[in-house]
C-alpha cells in the first residue's frame, strides 16, 4: 500500500483549518479503537489543535487520513520535553509498520523545531498502558520505567511534570512512575495489546490494573537512541 507522510511543524498546525483538522482527527481516533459507538469529549479536538506543536498525519492513496500522531513541548529548567499526545493507526492498517513511521518520523522532525542544539537535555515522554507501543521504544531508547534498572532522578523529573501537567488529579507513583486511573474508560483503546517479549507483557500486566485505566509515564532521552 502507498502511504503519504505529512509533518507539520506549528506554523503549518496554524494555517490548518480547525473544521477540517477536527475532521480528520475524529475520523482516525474513531477508526483506531473497535468500539461501535465511542463516547469521548469532543473537546479533546480543540485542546490537540490549541496545543500541538508539530504533528504528522498519514493517507492512503485516496488521500484519506489513515494515522495521526501529535507532540506537545514542554520545558523543565534546562531539558526539553517532546511529549507525544497521541498515536492513532486506524485499526484496518495495524500490523504494517504505519505506527512505526509515523512514531520516528514525529520524533525527528520535532527535534528540528526545538529552540536548543543541546541533543543531550532533549527528552521524549508519553503515557501508555500499550504493550506494543512499550516495546518499540525499548527497542529503540533507553526507557524508563524497566524491570531491570531504575530512573536517574532527571527521568523521575521529568515523568513526574508529565504527571502535574496531564493527570494531576491522578494517583502517580513516583519510583514506579506509574499513573493510576489515568484512562477513564479504562482500556484507552478498547482492547490489551500484547507484547511478544514475555519481560515486557509481565511488566505491564502485572504493575498495571489496565482495565481501570492505570498507565506508565514512559521517559527517554533523545540521545539514547539506538
Given amino acids: 500500500m502507498e502511504i503519504k507522510v505529512n509533518f507539520l ?3 503549518d498546525l496554524e494555517k490548518v483549518d480547525p473544521i ?8 482516525v481516533f474513531d477508526a483506531s479503537i473497535p ?3 465511542p463516547q469521548y469529549d469532543a473537546a479533546f479536538q480543540d485542546h490537540y489543535l490549541e496545543q500541538a506543536k508539530s504533528a504528522v498525519l498519514i493517507r492512503d492513496e485516496n488521500n484519506e487520513p ?6 506537545f513541548f514542554e520545558t523543565l529548567n534546562e531539558k526539553k520535553i517532546l511529549y507525544i499526545a497521541g498515536i492513532w493507526v486506524d485499526t484496518r492498517f495495524k500490523s504494517q509498520g504505519i505506527g512505526k513511521v509515523i512514531i520516528s518520523t514525529l520524533i525527528d ?4 523545531e526545538l529552540d536548543t542544539e543541546d541533543t543531550n537535555n ?7 498502558q500499550n504493550a506494543q507501543i512499550y516495546e518499540y521504544f525499548n527497542r529503540h531508547y533507553d526507557l524508563y520505567p524497566h524491570w531491570t534498572k531504575k530512573p536517574g532522578e532527571d527521568v523521575v523529573a521529568v515523568a513526574s511534570l508529565v504527571h502535574k501537567n496531564y493527570s494531576s488529579n491522578k494517583i502517580y507513583e513516583t519510583e514506579s512512575l506509574i499513573i493510576r486511573g489515568a484512562y477513564p474508560q479504562g482500556i484507552i483503546v478498547g482492547h490489551v495489546h500484547l507484547s511478544r517479549d514475555k519481560n515486557i507483557g509481565s511488566f505491564i500486566s502485572d504493575k498495571l490494573n489496565i482495565l481501570n485505566g492505570d498507565c506508565y509515564v514512559l521517559v527517554m532521552k533523545y540521545n539514547t537512541k539506538k
Fill in 9 to 11: 511543524n506549528q506554523a
Fill in 20 to 27: 477540517v483538522f477536527r475532521y480528520e482527527l475524529k475520523k
Fill in 35 to 37: 468500539w461501535e459507538n
Fill in 66 to 71: 489513515i494515522a495521526l500522531s501529535i507532540c
Fill in 109 to 112: 522532525c520535532s527535534i528540528n
Fill in 122 to 128: 532533549i527528552y521524549i515522554a508519553l503515557r501508555t
